[in-house]
């Protein structure tokens, strides 16, 4: 078995097992597959062969058949395959049984992104939720690791010697389980009092979600002019990048890079990366961004949705952005603003309809702000300094007794304007902030 604790080290030879079941659409199971080849090769395995299987139904000792799972060990043997790779998630029961007959490791879907992910982990943040993850993953297959021991058991009270140390062993995971919670639970805290710092100066946030290499990073990046990491490969991102973006008339808005989905992702990766996907709970609202290039991109935004349903997330404001216009077909565009008629339709390389998405944006924020006239006088220019940083000025009039001002600003912010609202509004002649 390879180390749950230690990534897989390639180069390996790789057999690709997918699954066809009666309740799954005729060729997902297909796309499932390729999708899992391109994991497996980010982890520079050698995908030596795929196999598809039609599965009626599913057994307790191998998931598949016994005759299929004969068939698909000689075939392993045959083409001296080092892992056998299995789309469909096993139990650990089925992984034992499907390595004691095939004399070599077997692992499935989870595993393997749970794998990606510890190869993308560099921040301290991400490697506690990976590491977090993989240990619930391994608890119940710690048995894979001591089949060498399991002929030393004896009939005594305490047990043989293999039974003891798997016991010891699986002590050692659960204390490790418990010191890395204990950890997230300061990283969590940490985060709080870094958002908290950031809300003393209340702007409104935006959250970037979607499935993996949809091109968030890339828009994050050609929205707000940054350099963050933004490679053509899954999982690229896995920990939360935030940036100020500036909105027409001196608004702003902080935007928040989050870690891509994907299909049949590992319940406890969710459950490990509810710290870093706080930031998609707490948004004021989402920008939901896919590949309209993708021949299954309707799945990919039903796999985003019902993540963020998940977290608790369907409430916010979602904006769908359709990335990658500049390559993709009349008839992509046209198929999919006939599903979703109020999308946006970008290119993050060109820039391409970010004008038009920049301008919901500034709407969407200035849904949540005040709209005031206030009346300032000349020897309160700090609030005038203070409107344009928390705020956005429409227009502006100098007048004898101070400046009259068009303006919007948080809620949060009214105590230190209310006393200066007045009902007379600026001039047409008045001088617009350019935008």
Not at 75 to 85: P, R, T, Y
Not at 109 to 119: K, M, N, S, T
Request: aromatic letters at 6%; glycine letters at 6%.
């Amino acid at each position: 078995m390879a180390s749950l604790t230690e990534p897989l080290s390639g180069p390996k030879r790789a057999l690709l097992v997918g699954v066809q079941t009666p309740d799954m659409p005729d060729g997902e199971a297909n796309e499932l597959l390729l999708e899992l080849q391109e994991l497996v090769e980010n982890l520079h395995f050698e995908v030596v062969d795929c196999i598809l299987v039609n599965l009626k139904r599913s057994t307790p000792a191998f998931y598949t058949g016994q005759g299929k799972a004969e068939e698909i060990s000689e075939l392993a043997k045959e083409h001296h395959i080092d892992v056998i790779v299995f789309d469909s998630a096993l139990s650990p029961g089925q992984q034992r049984n499907w390595e004691e007959l095939a004399g070599r490791a077997v692992i499935d879907r989870q595993e393997v992104i749970l794998e990606v992910f510890a190869d993308r982990a560099h921040t301290r943040e991400a490697g506690l939720q990976v590491a977090l993850a993989r240990l619930e993953y391994s608890l119940p297959r710690l048995t894979r690791a001591w089949t060498h021991l399991s002929r030393q058991r004896g009939a005594g009270s305490m047990g043989g010697e293999g039974e003891t140390q798997l016991e010891q062993d699986r002590r050692v995971v659960r204390d490790r389980i418990t010191h890395l919670k204990q950890e997230l639970v300061s990283v969590v805290k940490q985060r709080d009092v870094q958002r908290r710092k950031r809300q003393r100066v209340p702007v409104p946030t935006a959250a970037i979600v979607g499935y993996t290499n949809a091109g968030k990073s890339s828009l994050l990046n050609k929205m707000t002019g940054s350099t963050v990491l933004a490679e053509d490969k899954l999982f690229a991102t896995l920990d939360p990048t935030t940036r100020q973006m500036e909105l027409p008339g001196n608004g702003k808005v902080l935007v928040t890079d989050t870690v891509g989905f994907i299909r049949r992702l590992p319940h406890g990766l969710v459950e490990s990366f509810k710290a870093t996907l706080e930031e998609v709970v707490v948004a004021d609202f989402l920008l939901h961004v896919i590949d309209v290039t993708s021949p299954h991109w309707e799945k990919h935004h039903a796999t985003t949705l019902s993540v963020l349903d998940e977290l608790g997330a369907l409430n916010r404001p979602i904006v769908t952005v359709f990335n990658k216009a500049d390559v993709a077909s009349g008839l992509d565009i046209a198929e999919a603003r006939k599903i979703v008629p109020d999308a946006f339709f970008v290119s993050a390389k060109t820039g391409k309809g970010l004008d038009l998405l920049v301008e919901r944006c500034s709407e969407l924020c200035a849904n949540s702000d005040l709209q005031h006239n206030l009346l300032i006088p000349h020897t309160r220019y700090d609030l005038v300094a203070r409107l344009r940083r928390v705020g956005s000025i429409l227009s502006e009039e100098h007048l004898d007794d101070g400046v009259l001002i068009e303006c919007r600003f948080p809620p949060g912010q009214l105590r230190y304007f209310e006393s200066f609202i007045t009902l007379e509004k600026p001039k047409k002649k008045s001088k617009k902030v350019s935008k």
